[in-house]
């Protein structure tokens, strides 16, 4: 089980971290990925790592605003999140996988948090 903390409301510009710990065990040996689901979407790609955090993947449309990184030291994954849109308003979710094939499909990913809100306002 994964949970996801700091999201919250911000302005449009503003900057979030969000967090993602493993609450039953330690994730650092799996892939670690970040969706979020925007209002009256479906669930989305956002920012993909590899279990050492070398190897990334981001959503083109938010690759250079949105960084992921992790540190398995502390079993915690980040997602910083800078010049925020009020599209980027989501629910957002930490996921991870032992082994993953195509990073950014959801399928791919058998452990999930229960999201944390995002809202952006203008």
């Known amino acids: 089980q994964l949970t996801e903390f700091g999201g919250g409301l911000v302005q449009q510009g503003g900057s979030l971290r969000l967090s993602c710990t493993a609450t039953d065990g330690r994730f650092d040996g799996f892939w670690m990925a970040w969706f979020r689901q925007r209002p009256g979407k479906a669930r989305e790609f956002v920012a993909a790592?590899?279990?050492?955090?070398?190897?990334?993947r981001y959503a083109d449309s938010l690759e250079g605003r949105f960084t992921i990184s992790r540190d398995n030291n502390k079993n915690m994954g980040y997602l910083q999140m800078n010049n925020l849109q009020p599209e980027d308003t989501a629910v957002y979710y930490c996921?991870?996988?032992?082994?993953?094939?195509?990073?950014?499909?959801?399928?791919?990913?058998?452990?999930w948090g229960q999201g944390t809100q995002v809202t952006v306002s203008s």
């Open positions: 790592a590899s279990w050492s955090g070398a190897a990334t």
């Open positions: 996921a991870a996988a032992a082994s993953v094939q195509v990073m950014n499909s959801p399928s791919e990913y058998r452990i």
